[in-house]
């Protein structure tokens, strides 16, 4: 039996009957048509789902799609705002931050997260910060300066007002 | 108009505004209207006779399309998997070695736990799962074997009935009087190694989707491959569809190394389905079915024995190698992988005048093994780079004095190896010492003293390590059986507007390509790198091509369009001199124009003339229309990459945990394309290598059960397990590749695995511990401390 759910996902409003098992990754996908989010794993490791719910970063391969109704979701597709790049995605850019790309789209909403938590991380926590999510290209040492990059942009970025009132 | 050359430059890569906004193009992500979803059961067994298989109520469960076992796919005339590398030459008793049958999905036998029994086709991909529930399989459990020196033991249970003791080949490669070199040996160290079994985990599973066209009677065939067209020929082989009605498509790749070269059981249950159906069907694995279901890698015991004078040079290896093959051969390289790949290099970058490799493949209840990042050169080098610690340790000698006295040397090369391969170029010494200096090698057996006063255990690891990749000379390679060339191909087509399409056979899937191709072509055409666009992965419009794997793309594949390249420009200027009226001779091309020597100001851009080509009325008598050309290279030799590596650790020896604290890597594969890239393909490789030296470890237990088969039991390394890496690079041109260019896509994990584990042994080595089987888990290293302590 289908259950109707709404769910607001980068900024557009939707309505869909879903099965109560449908995984929040799985209705992104396949209903909606946002492939840019990921499945890399069964297990909650990897991270390649990882998706911003009501501000939070989740793993929506562990989410209904049912727990997520009334919520709002942030993915992949929609972190560029007007054709600007976010400064997370500009970083993984500039710093050569993926290679295959497959874990990018979960790498970057743990990144953005972690921005939004702590604008200004060391080397240490921005690797503590990305255990929930796997990469099997990089090393990891180009994304750490992905995010380094993304966080000195978007302190300048918050800072520049201040400057201009001074 | 002058570009910009783009040879050298960190550009940025023109695939990742795709991939970071979430438009990249996975199988996955591909739908067709019609589609139906494929799920497999798989054998819970790992050894086991099917009595009976009862599909009944699966097939009429509600959304269920279709249900096929082994048996429908006989019926259909569908025959067991080929395998591209029969070994012969070098096979002990002379014969080609026998292929044991491996279906498509078992009739009725089982041979390891994730072995295809049945496959569900459904509506959407949920009740395609849920049907599995509903088939019933009469097992009759057998003994199994998983561990391979056991499979070879009399008494073994049998995997295969025409394969005695299991022993798939005895080959052996010996090189030098062996014998000799033992007996003028002052001693005989020897050891005993086990190199893991590991698994590839590519972040994206494998995926396929088929589609019949019934009027056409063509197939079209999306995965995630390394090289679509090798899958198109061996699909063809099994399914009958005419190579040319059958299009296979690989656009964005989730990483394979190697893994994704092979075709698998599902792969062939895709489109078989699809035809007798006359509908769409997509199969994704799940990640728990990809650590059963997709290839391994490594998986040796290794007993080694090295002739050694007391001044420390090395002159003669023997080892005994019994490589796991799992329990049928792998469709990719599987055989190539313990025997030709790994063998050769067994002499690393050293003189010795004697090697001997006895390789045995054998059969167990396993997942198939088969080519992974450096595939037989990570297991060869282990070997001997761990094996120089060994010997130094026993001398008496520094590690770096016992590398040094053995290095072949600059001005020998072209040198012929031991291992028979013929050495390109090299400079050993100058990648040792850049990496000393760089680690402060001296300064540090200071520290390490002073750390050991204050109960602290530091260690330094050293790897000097050479390659061979890009795979290769395709002589060489049907002459020791792979059925298959290893050239690759390009088409380089200029537009009448002056912007170039390439064609290329290899097929990238994450190294960046689409970025260092357009430079290379870019810089060999003088136009700017934006006008040049790269198609790959496209068995309808790109020619044949032999893929992505060996580090071999830029080698080989690169070499093919620069020829290519070379070719158009070569049209192009005789197109030049008709039209500006001068000798052949004079005319000259420099970053996109041709001008007459003598005369400066007689000159017409590459783009003009792409267009007097488009024209085609005012071309020289014998020259066609148009600026498109194409290259097979067959490349005269491989390459051969090296570098010196040097990892540096503490272990805490109350919980035997290994934290890595400086990790150099200096690497010399000639001249660089594009160095962001090869930063980034020198730190994934790190990551797998030290992964192998420290976390990953694929485990069954004695009934054929994959023990690490998850995500959450199969340690991938996170960014907190590794660190920042220290580059830096020599630069030694191959001789023979047009551009000086060798590989880089493997050297990080051939190099980096021996490097930890020297460094791990050398931080215990107060305890006298002298040796530890990767991986260093905690628990590895905390149970030979204990030893040690009560020895």
């Known amino acids: 039996m289908k259950h109707k759910i709404h769910l607001k996902v980068n900024g557009v409003e939707h309505t869909n009957e879903v099965e109560p098992r449908l995984l929040l990754v799985h209705y992104l996908r396949d209903v909606l048509n946002l492939t840019g989010t990921h499945v890399g794993c069964d297990t909650s490791q990897c991270g390649a789902c990882t998706v911003m719910l009501n501000g939070q970063a989740v ?29 997370v995605q500009e970083g993984f850019w500039e710093k050569h931050g993926l290679q295959c790309g497959f874990c990018t789209p979960g790498m970057m909403i743990t990144a953005v997260q972690l921005l939004e938590r702590n604008p200004n991380p060391t080397e240490d926590e921005i690797r503590h910060a990305l255990e929930g999510n796997l990469c099997r290209c990089t090393g990891y040492q180009n994304i750490v300066s992905a995010i380094q990059y993304a966080a000195e942009k978007m302190r300048t970025a918050s800072a520049q007002p201040v400057k201009a009132a001074q | 108009m002058a570009v910009t050359k783009m040879f050298g430059a960190a550009v940025k890569r023109r695939e990742d505004p795709r991939l970071i906004t979430g438009k990249g193009y996975y199988t996955d992500d591909m739908n067709v209207p019609g589609q139906t979803y494929m799920a497999v059961l798989r054998s819970p067994y790992g050894h086991a006779r099917i009595r009976g298989i009862n599909v009944e109520k699966a097939r009429k469960h509600p959304g269920v399309v279709a249900v096929f076992t082994g048996q429908d796919l006989a019926d259909g005339g569908i025959g067991p998997l080929p395998q591209a590398w029969p070994l012969e030459v070098g096979m002990v008793n ?18 390891f736990t994730g072995d295809g029994v049945a496959a569900v086709i459904a509506e959407d991909p949920y009740t395609a799962k ?88 063509e197939m079209t065939f999306w995965n995630t491959s390394q090289n679509p067209h090798v899958t198109r020929l061996l699909g063809t082989l099994v399914t009958g569809i005419p190579e040319h009605k059958l299009r296979v498509v690989a656009r964005d790749v989730g990483g394979g190394f190697g893994c994704k070269i092979s075709i698998y059981p599902g792969d062939i249950l895709t489109m078989w389905a699809a035809r007798k159906l006359n509908r769409p069907v997509k199969w994704t694995e799940e990640r728990r079915e990809n650590y059963l279901a997709t290839a391994h890698g490594r998986d040796h015991i290794q007993d080694v024995e090295y002739a050694v004078k007391n001044d420390g040079t090395v002159l003669g290896i ?44 054998v059969y167990t209840n396993t997942t198939p093994t088969d080519a992974y990042r450096g595939a037989g050169r990570p297991e060869a080098t282990y070997i001997i780079e761990r094996g120089m610690d060994l010997i130094a340790r026993e001398l008496g000698m520094d590690p770096v004095e016992i590398r040094r006295k053995n290095f072949i040397q600059p001005d020998e090369f072209p040198y012929t190896s031991i291992g028979t391969f013929v050495y390109d170029s090299g400079n050993y010494q100058g990648s040792l010492n850049k990496a000393l200096e760089i680690a402060d090698y001296a300064g540090f057996r200071q520290r390490q003293a002073e750390a050991r006063k204050q109960g ?21 390679a049907n002459a020791i059986g792979f059925t298959g060339g290893l050239w690759e191909s390009a088409v380089v087509r200029m537009h009448p507007t002056g912007s170039v399409t390439v064609f290329t056979g290899s097929s990238p899937h994450g190294q960046g390509e689409e970025t260092t191709f357009a430079q290379l072509v870019s810089s060999e055409l003088g136009v700017p790198v934006e006008a040049v666009e790269i198609i790959h992965g496209d068995t309808n419009s790109v020619p044949f091509g032999m893929g992505t794997y060996g580090s071999r793309s830029l080698a080989v594949g690169g070499a093919a369009l620069v020829m290519a390249a070379r070719k158009i420009r070569e049209k192009a200027r005789k197109i030049a001199a ?30 003009e003339i792409a267009f007097a080509a488009y024209m085609g009325g005012n071309l020289p008598p014998d020259v066609t229309p148009m600026l498109e050309e194409n290259h097979y290279y067959d490349p005269p030799n491989f390459v051969f990459p090296f570098g010196a590596h040097i990892c540096e650790v503490e272990v805490d020896i109350e919980t035997g945990v290994t934290r890595l604290l400086r990790y150099i890597a200096v690497d010399d594969c000639g001249p660089v394309v594009n160095p962001m890239i090869v930063d980034g393909q020198v730190h994934g490789g790190l990551a797998q290598g030290i992964g192998q030296a420290l976390y990953e470890h ?20 996170t960014a907190s397990e590794l660190i920042h890496f220290d580059l830096a690079r020599t630069e030694t041109p191959s001789p023979h590749q047009p551009l000086g260019l060798k590989g880089v896509g493997e050297t990080g994990t051939i190099a980096s695995t021996p490097a930890v584990a020297n460094a791990v042994v050398d931080a215990l080595s107060p305890l006298g511990i002298t040796h530890i089987d990767i991986p260093l888990t905690p628990e590895n290293v905390w149970h030979a401390i204990q030893n040690a302590r009560k020895a």
Request: charged fraction near 15%; aromatic fraction near 8%.
């Open chain 2, 456 to 476: 602290k255990y530091l260690g330094i690891g050293l790897s000097t390590y050479v390659e061979v990749c890009g795979l290769g000379p395709s002589a060489g």
């Open chain 2, 318 to 361: 023997r080892v005994k190698a019994i490589a796991n093959m799992g329990a049928y051969l792998n469709t990719g390289p599987a055989p190539g992988v313990p025997t030709w790949l790994f063998a050769p290099m067994l002499a690393g970058c050293y003189k010795l005048i004697a090697l001997q490799c006895d390789t045995y493949g």
């Open chain 2, 578 to 607: 008709h039209q500006l009226e001068a000798a052949l001779d004079d005319v000259v091309f420099d970053n996109g124009t041709f001008s007459v020597q003598g005369s400066p100001d007689k000159k017409k851009t590459i783009q």
């Open chain 2, 130 to 217: 849920d049907a599995l529930d509903l088939i019933d399989v009469d097992y009759e459990p057998l003994p199994a074997v998983t561990n391979q020196a056991k499979a070879m033991e009399p008494g073994a249970p049998q995997l295969h009935d025409n394969v005695p003791n299991n022993i798939a080949f005895h080959w052996r490669l010996a090189n030098g009087d062996i014998d000799a070199a033992f007996a003028s040996a002052d001693r005989i160290v020897k050891a005993h190694f086990i190199n893991q079994r590991l698994i590839p985990n590519p972040m994206e599973t494998h995926a396929a989707l088929a589609q019949w066209n019934a009027g056409a009677e």
């Open chain 2, 94 to 111: 002379g014969q080609k070695m026998t292929i044991p049958e491996w279906r498509v999905l078992a009739i009725d036998r089982v041979r």
């Open chain 1, 59 to 87: 793993k929506s391969c562990t989410v209904l799609a049912m727990q997520a109704s009334g919520g709002e979701v942030t993915t992949v597709e929609g972190l560029a705002t007007n054709g600007t790049l976010h400064p």
């Open chain 2, 698 to 717: 694929g485990i069954y237990d004695d009934n054929g059960q994959l023990l690490s088969g998850s995500m959450m039991d199969y340690a991938v390394p």
